[in-house]
């Protein structure tokens, strides 16, 4: 099992849409959890942290479910500018770099 | 203030000559890193440097890779006799702590070897 999956996508959705992502990962000792967006040829840039009790910015919600190893991003009311590339990152226990993963592809289209 | 801030933008080099990429971590940062990115892939974790500890090489591709980070701040990235499949960006990144910390990215410098 990869430490961190996610379905590349794309998702193509329409404004205004309300579109949600999963990540899971393999480590259950994982405790710093975080969603990047990447546009494209850019680099990746922090979107959101992801804490236990879940946590909402503005129009972005996030969600972590250590029973079941997944977090998720729920995106409302989308807008064109929401198209990017989302990444999961998820940190390892120990002295260790986080781990990012591949990244989900969102389009959103009018 | 500052973010990370990468040199060059851009580097064309023939194949089997050697580059230097150079990363400015935002300042007070103690730990650096340096990913790869191919054309639509996803990040490669190179190399990472935590304060005064040795640095983590275990991602480095093969040993024209090397990295250093002087007097715990600017970092470079060096690929000796480059080869076309070095072609990617080059991605720096920095945190503020420990490793479990947020990173936060450079611009990358786009690699092109002819």
């Known amino acids: 099992r990869k430490e961190v999956e996610q379905d590349p996508g794309p998702f193509n959705v329409p404004e205004g849409a309300t579109v949600a992502f999963n990540c899971t990962y393999s480590?259950?000792?994982?405790?710093?959890f975080f969603w990047y967006r990447q546009d494209c040829r850019k680099e990746p840039k922090l979107l959101m942290s992801?804490?236990?009790s879940g946590n909402e910015d503005g129009r972005f919600t996030a969600q972590l479910n250590r029973a079941s190893q997944y977090i998720s991003l729920l995106i409302r009311d989308s807008k064109l500018s929401d198209s990017a590339t989302y990444l999961c990152?998820?940190?390892?226990?120990?002295?260790?770099?986080?781990?990012f993963g591949k990244g989900t592809r969102l389009s959103v289209i009018a | 203030g500052a973010g990370v801030s990468q040199s060059p933008s851009n580097k064309v080099t023939e194949k089997g000559k050697d580059v230097e990429l150079r990363c400015d971590p935002i300042?007070?940062?103690?730990?650096l890193y340096w990913y790869r990115q191919s054309l639509g892939q996803g990040l490669e974790f190179l190399i990472y440097?935590?304060?005064?500890?040795?640095?983590?090489k275990s991602g480095l591709p093969s040993d024209r890779f090397s990295a250093e980070r002087t007097g715990g701040s600017v970092s470079t990235l060096t690929i000796q006799r480059t080869q076309q499949e070095d072609s990617a960006v080059y991605l720096c990144?920095?945190?503020?702590?420990?490793?479990?910390?947020?990173?936060?990215f450079g611009p990358g410098t786009r690699l092109t070897v002819t």
């Open positions: 990152v998820v940190n390892r226990p120990g002295n260790t770099p986080l781990v």
């Open positions: 990144a920095s945190s503020a702590a420990g490793l479990g910390y947020e990173q936060y």
């Open positions: 300042s007070g940062h103690t730990a």
């Open positions: 992801v804490y236990s």
């Open positions: 480590n259950s000792a994982s405790q710093s």
């Open positions: 440097f935590q304060g005064n500890s040795a640095p983590d």
